[in-house]
């Protein structure tokens, strides 16, 4: 007799096709993805994608939508984006477990959470959105959020899913008394696209993600200020913060050296060939829980220059870029060292090194081992 899969009802601000929220995206695309032979999917998620307000052409909404044999998507329509229908979804489908992406979401995580009377188990991926970093920024709805799940009483039994040590430590700070599963992400593509060549003038970084205090633009455009050497820095990624974003243009016009642009939002699909042009990817974000850009630039071959508030440390010693801490000197200084290694030889050491880190690091049967441990 055939075994009849668990399924894993999930709630999702944005999905795909959207693409525009980035990682939490990625995460739950490439989860379901690697988890179908084991799992039945149910996603419940908005018919438009981030800052987007046109619904998704020739989708249905506000119906069950089959998409393969593992995998069934609800786009609830802005009309019907009420409470009730979360309840109505809730009632009327059965599922084994329930998945949250996020600590701030009415909608798809505290809407869920209460209406979740059947004692499901839940289980929450924070997102990296309970890092220090992040709840620094618009604190006080943020506070506002956690104070209702906690009087909520529904965050008694669920567990949260976190992808890195340091993030657990950042759930373990605010929810102390809730199981905590450390499993990390599932990355999006393993393939590799052959290397190009880079002319070593003028250096040429990419940053890839939205345009928001938590990811650092200001001080990855602070940092290029006194280079003595000519540098181009392409942010590519939506802009998540309007008055934020026009700080970073306007410390952008006044450095002459750099050459600063912002390429809007990328296509998953064209992300591997994009990084392809540049010598180096600069993230100094204030906290990632998993950071799928930088994976995928790894994976492409393109090293890194990053915060040391991500999971990829020891990347020096690894000869696959710099995990340094958030202070403009180090980061400048090591910049730096760059225009001599690109000159050199050792670039395209580092390079096959940067592919080689991150694959020893990625252990696709193990992770699905994990995550059958988390739905069990």
Sequence with gaps: MKSIKPTILIFIDWFEPGFRAGGPIRSVANMVSFLSSQYNFKLVTRDTDYTETIPYPNIETDVWLRINSSTEIYYISASNLKLRTIEKILSNTQRDFVYLNSMYSVYFSLAPLWFNKNNTKVVLAPRGMLSPGSLRVKSFKKKLFLKLFKLSGRLKKVIFQVTSTSELSDVQSVFSKNEIFNASNFPSNITEAPVKNITPIPLKLI??????????????????????????????????????????????????????????????????????????????????????????????????????????????????????????????????????????????????DSRKYILKKINIPGLVEQYCKLFS
């Design 207 to 352: 940053n890839i993600g939205r345009i928001s205090p938590e990811k650092n633009n200001l001080f990855a455009i602070e940092i290029l200020k006194d280079l003595n050497f000519p540098v181009v820095l392409d942010f590519y990624g939506p802009i998540n913060d309007r008055e934020y974003y026009e700080k970073c243009v306007e410390l952008s016009q006044s450095i002459s050296n750099v050459k600063i642009n912002f390429r809007g939002v990328i296509r998953p699909n064209q992300i591997a060939q994009t990084l392809k042009d540049y010598h180096f990817f600069l993230s100094p974000s204030t906290g990632e829980n998993y950071g799928h850009s930088i994976v995928e630039s790894l994976l492409n071959s393109t090293p890194v220059i990053i915060s040391d508030k991500t999971p990829w440390k020891d990347l020096k010693i690894a000869n696959s870029g710099f995990d340094l801490p958030l202070e403009t000197q180090i980061f400048k200084e090591t910049l730096m060292t760059i225009p001599e290694l690109i000159k050199s030889e050792k670039i395209n050491k580092m390079r096959n």
